[in-house]
């Protein structure tokens, strides 16, 4: 997806997202940017690898992390690694009390790739409290 894509998808979810949460301080600011630096880092890292972004969804799907998710979920992430979704800021406070941290990057993380510092700041700001 190229960043253009990226930038639309970003800016239609803040235009038609209402943002209510405010527990650990999630609001749908926070999680469009961090969403939008995945997905920008997934199509880099696949262009890095020189393979398309399906056989990198392929790699991480088959991530320990992935493994006890069930196929909606699954789908889910394929979309938001894609830059298709953005999730919205109640799945992701969801997320943080389930799991204390965000698949999406724990996978990143896990394909040994170096996590850029727009995403590491976008996800400090969406984790911090």
Known sequence: MREQDLQKTQVEYLLNTT???????IDKYKVANYYYFIAKLFNQIAEKRNINRNQLWQ???NNILFKTF???TIRIYKYIFRGELIPSPEFVKNLLEKYDDLP???AIVYLDEEITPELNKSYELLLSI
């Open 104 to 106: 999406t990057y724990l």
């Open 70 to 72: 069930n196929k909606t």
């Open 19 to 25: 943002s209510n949460i405010t527990e650990k301080n």
């Open 59 to 61: 790699i991480v799907k």
